[in-house]
């Protein structure tokens, strides 16, 4: 039986959601329709001369290669990211939810990370791991290893991974700690009287009970490994070595405003919108069944 | 009394109301703070303009931001546009202001025949008509660590002229250990393509490196390309070379010490002197000397002052900027700019006046940048790149060069999947402007 809310004011309701509705009109649909209607031209760089081509500019993406590669790097960043992001957390959400003493500090420093800037924290792994002036990547070539992320397409990869992953790990911690809060200790208690053990406890009990925070964070994980992550990839490599790091999202950037082709450019951001709305559509479909609202 | 109060009143009203200009610009300190040090010298010789620089982040950056702020009919008066970004500009007629029509529109006297030829021919039309006005252009040189030289039992004052030389002194140095890294460079494509095919007066592309047409293409798989691209997968192997990186991302490892020698912009001298703990030197671009008449000149990097148009404008403030104009080109402002930051001077009165001032007696290194970009007449390989979308080119380029690095492709190959790749984008680059 669904709650409803009732006004009294017929007109309470539409101003209370107007500021929100006009912020939506212009930072969303506004540019989503000029990103529309420039999709279908050729421009030169200036917009001096426009030429309109219909579905030209979508054909030439998905006949060229290198559209193809970043999409392939996309799908393997975004879901190492959310895989990685998202056992940590609950990892660290599990040990920082036992009573201890300086449990307040240690969740404190847990979820500091989330308010360094992305490009910041994206130099300040560069600061580590640069092959020639970085602390740990000096470290790691002294002891015999081939480190060197400016060459080697895995390892920027790698890199660009746990750039985005630091501080994504601190947001997840927060929402799972919490979770993990909400569930009443009686179900946990009754499970371990009953003889299971922690391991037991924490796939029967534990996990599906936070299957909601589980699936709102893996909707806004792979959000933030598609769009998110501009900041850390170009601080970092800009894309490559190679286009080893040049998602999608980093390609419409190299497209529109270094190669100056705003077609393309459009083009590619309308696909990806479609990607994106796609991708969570199914994800509420598939995934709502498998939810456990307690 | 009364006169003089009338005569009081009336420059005071005109002082409060200086000609406002922007100017856009992409130098960072402290290059930027020398700019904005001209531009206050410039506010303050005259009472009728008066010109704000901006910065506007990397040069890519730059010129996006112009293009944006021109088509919401917003752009700066003066934007600064690196070099690669020229024939964007040139194909973009209706955006810009020639500054061959501004000064004569202006009515300033303005002389082309004063800048260097390697300079003003590369922001000018087929038939001398400047396009854009010349400031900080620099070229490629070579940045030696003369202790590191020392350590390797190399004479720090006799530095190596060719590439075998270069080979050989590069692995005296990792021998002798006197250096983590040898040889490096910077702007990877600049140096080690564009500004390779003019001291050996190699085609870059056709159309005489796109100076005569939109439908020009790539020549960079040539065999002297493919063998030089060789040799440094070679040197990479054997420890000799090592990639740092795009654009200007390995300038610091010279400075701090870590690479012997950089091939890098002559601009690196701020830093340089700024940052560099130990003693260095600064010797020409090497050359292959099989090369018949190799080494000739070098080509210009670096940017210009590029004037665009804007609906609200008025023609007193394109006077300013013309009057602008006419005060960088002056011999002491032109020399000063060169001998705070080391790009060179782009007269020759500038020129004349540093050697009166006996700059280049006291720095031999920044005479070894005018003369490479002086040592012989321009040909039509020697002139400067004119491709559209170079950047997107340069980009193509490093891609192609970091696989070959990684020993995923031969240096022919990467060579061949430049141009193939490269050519595409000149097509439609062509597409877009006819």
């Known amino acids: 039986m669904r709650r409803r809310v009732v006004f009294r004011n017929r007109w309470l309701p539409y101003a209370l959601l107007a500021p929100q509705l006009a912020l939506t009109v212009v930072f969303f649909l506004w540019p989503a329709a000029q990103a529309l209607s420039q999709s279908v031209y050729v421009t030169d760089a200036f917009g001096l001369r426009a030429r309109f081509v219909g579905l030209g500019n979508f054909v030439a993406l998905f006949t060229d290669p290198l559209y193809l590669g970043a999409l392939r790097v996309t799908i393997l960043f975004s879901l190492t990211l959310v895989a990685v992001t998202l056992a940590a957390a609950l990892g660290l959400a599990l040990a920082a939810n036992r009573p201890m003493p300086g449990a307040a500090v240690y969740r404190t420093l847990l979820v500091w990370p989330y308010a360094v800037a992305p490009a910041v924290a994206a130099v300040l792994m560069l600061f580590l791991f640069h092959p020639a002036i970085g602390l740990l990547g000096r470290w790691l070539r002294a002891h015999g290893v081939p480190w060197d992320y400016t060459l080697n397409g895995t390892h920027a990869l790698v890199l660009v991974t746990l750039a985005a992953a630091w501080r994504q790990v601190s947001y997840n911690f927060i929402f799972f700690l919490a979770g993990l809060q909400a569930i009443p200790r009686s179900l946990v208690e009754a499970a371990s009287v009953d003889g299971a053990g922690p391991g037991r406890v924490f796939w029967s009990v534990v996990f599906p009970l936070l299957s909601p925070t589980t699936f709102f964070l893996v909707v806004v994980n792979l959000v933030y490994a598609f769009f998110d992550t501009f900041g850390v990839i170009d601080a970092l490599t800009k894309g490559g070595p190679g286009e080893a790091t040049e998602t999608l999202m980093y390609k419409v950037y190299v497209d529109g405003f270094i190669n100056h082709s705003l077609g393309s450019s459009a083009a590619q951001s309308v696909v990806l919108m479609t990607v994106v709305v796609l991708l969570t559509a199914v994800q509420f479909r598939h995934l709502e069944h498998r939810v456990h609202y307690g | ?434």
């Not at chain 2, 531009?39 to 944006?68: C, E, H, M, W």
């Not at chain 2, 021919?121 to 660590?145: H, I, Q």
């Open chain 2, 1 to 434: 009394m009364v006169v003089t109060v009338a005569l009081g009143t009336a420059p005071a009203a005109r002082a409060q109301a200086r000609v406002s200009i922007e100017l856009w610009h992409a130098l960072a300190n402290p290059l930027g703070k020398v700019l904005e040090d001209i531009v206050a010298g410039f506010n303050a010789s005259q009472s009728t303009y008066r010109v704000t620089p901006v910065f506007k982040g990397s040069y890519t950056d730059t010129l996006a931001a112009v293009i944006a702020a021109f088509r919401a009919g917003r752009a700066p008066l003066i934007a600064q546009v690196y070099d690669v970004g020229t024939a964007t500009m040139m194909a973009a007629k209706e955006a810009v202001y020639p500054v061959y029509q501004l000064m004569r529109d202006a009515k300033v006297p303005f002389d082309p025949s004063l800048y260097l030829p390697a300079v003003r021919g590369y922001y000018s039309l087929p038939d001398g008509r400047m396009m854009s006005m010349p400031f900080n252009s620099s070229t490629a040189v070579v940045w030696y660590n003369k202790d590191a030289f020392r350590r390797a039992g190399l004479d720090p004052e006799r530095p190596p002229r060719t590439w075998p030389e270069l080979r050989v002194a590069a692995q005296r140095i990792r021998s002798a250990g006197a250096a983590r890294c040898a040889l490096s460079s910077s702007w990877f494509s600049w140096i080690q393509l564009e500004q390779f095919s003019a001291i050996h007066n190699v085609p870059f592309a056709t159309r005489e490196d796109g100076f005569g047409g939109l439908d020009a293409e790539l020549r960079i798989n040539g065999p002297l390309y493919v063998r030089h691209l060789e040799t440094l997968v070679e040197m990479q192997r054997e420890g000799t070379f090592t990639y740092g990186g795009r654009d200007a991302t390995p300038d610091g490892l010279f400075p701090s010490g870590e690479c012997a020698i950089l091939e890098a912009s002559s601009a690196l001298r701020a830093r340089v002197v700024r940052e560099a703990k130990f003693a260095w030197g600064v010797t020409f671009l090497p050359y292959y000397p099989d090369v018949p008449g190799a080494p000739y000149n070098s080509i210009i990097g670096g940017a210009s002052f590029w004037v665009m148009r804007r609906p609200d404008a008025t023609p007193e403030q394109y006077r300013g900027v013309a009057e602008f104009f006419r005060y960088i080109s002056r011999p002491e402002v032109d020399a000063r700019w060169a001998m705070e930051t080391g790009y060179l001077p782009v007269t020759f009165p500038g020129v004349e006046r540093m050697r009166a001032l006996g700059y280049y007696r006291d720095n031999p290194d920044a005479w070894v940048a005018y003369q490479q970009l002086t040592r012989t007449r321009p040909t039509p390989n020697s002139r400067g790149i004119r491709l559209g979308n170079l950047p997107q080119i340069r980009i193509i380029i490093y891609e192609e060069v970091e696989k070959a690095f990684q020993g995923k492709q031969t240096a022919k190959q990467a060579l061949d999947s430049a141009v193939r790749r490269g050519n595409a984008v000149l097509r439609e680059f062509q597409r877009e402007n006819r």
